[in-house]
């Protein structure tokens, strides 16, 4: 569903952090839903740049969080 774009938080990105944030609280089509309102409310249905992100989360414990992502050589 998301396109791949340099400096975007898309879409599965959202997903997998939701699903990771809620376990199994949440059924996939719950986390769907809450993705694309999420998106669809912030005016960016393919996905939000860096800084829309953290703009975003400034006022939760997550806007400082880091991910550490692996790097195969």
Known sequence: MAAVCAGVVTFDDMQIMLRQ???SS???EDINT???RALTEAGAPHGLTLQQFQQTLSAQELA???VEVPVEL
């Open 21 to 23: 944030l809620a376990g």
């Open 26 to 28: 949440l059924s996939d």
């Open 34 to 36: 809450l993705v694309k």
């Open 64 to 66: 400082g969080m880091v």
